[in-house]
């Protein structure tokens, strides 16, 4: 079988979700935790993360990491084969391959990070770049979005509180439930992973066959979204 692109899961980036690093926190966040590992369970051998950060980079399968930085040094891996040696790594790669380690130890990850400046039609570029990728791959290829939404639905969220966010955290987890890439093409900067998501709609083209929603939800006024798109 050539290469196709077999399944998207959409997971935050959030540590929280690790247990380890969770402390007290772990039982409010569990209905996430599990429905990221039920998304990241649906992809195929090969994945291909998609995450937002400082710059452009390619991170390969080849590589290992550590939580140290979030405060308890929780190794991880991006296959099973990966030198014992960590690397510094981004967040959303370093949660990619927490999830893996837990939904399919012995998937391959290949973590390409974007930079969260890009503008709307460079992500969408990015995006068609990647699923032309895809396609030319060897084998089954699975992408997993790592991106989280608003940081500014609550008082005491990161980002600081900014009321009108949270209709437009409804309106992004309402267009990722129902496979809405046109949505996800006018996204405000607000949104912490919107480079990600933009380059998801390039990825995707049009609606996706399928869009299913496992969880979503605004713990430390975060937005936070699980789901699983079939392309």
Same mark, same amino acid.
């Given at each position: 079988m050539g290469g196709v692109l077999a399944a998207i899961a959409l997971t935050p980036s959030a540590p929280v979700l690790v247990p380890q690093l969770a402390g007290s926190a772990a039982g409010e966040v569990a209905e996430l935790r599990e429905a990221a590992l039920a998304a990241a369970g649906a992809l %195929?051998?090969?994945? $291909? $993360?998609?995450? =937002?950060? =400082? =710059?452009?980079?390619?991170?390969? %399968?080849?590589?290992r990491g550590t939580f140290a930085g979030y405060g308890v040094d929780l190794p991880v891996a991006l296959s099973p084969d990966a030198p014992?040696?960590? =690397?510094?790594?981004p967040l959303c790669a370093l949660f990619a391959g927490w999830l893996r380690g837990l939904a399919n130890p012995a998937a391959s990850t290949q973590v390409r990070v974007y930079a969260a400046d890009h503008g709307v039609d460079v992500a969408l570029v990015r995006g068609r770049a990647l699923r032309a990728e895809i396609d030319d791959a060897d084998v089954p290829v699975g992408v997993l979005v790592v991106a989280d939404g608003a940081n500014t639905l609550t008082p005491p969220a990161p980002g600081g509180y900014d009321p009108d966010s949270v209709a437009v955290q409804a309106a992004l987890d309402d267009a990722l439930a129902a496979g809405d890439v046109a949505a996800l093409t006018r996204l405000p900067n607000g949104i912490v992973g919107r480079v990600a998501y933009q380059v998801l709609a390039g990825l995707t083209g049009l609606r996706p066959r399928s869009a299913k929603e496992l969880a979503r939800g605004a713990p430390y006024g975060v937005g936070y979204f699980v789901g699983v798109w079939t392309p």
């Open positions: %195929p051998q090969r994945w $291909v $993360v998609v995450g =937002a950060g =400082a =710059a452009d980079e390619v991170i390969g %399968p080849h590589t014992e040696v960590p =690397a510094a790594l």
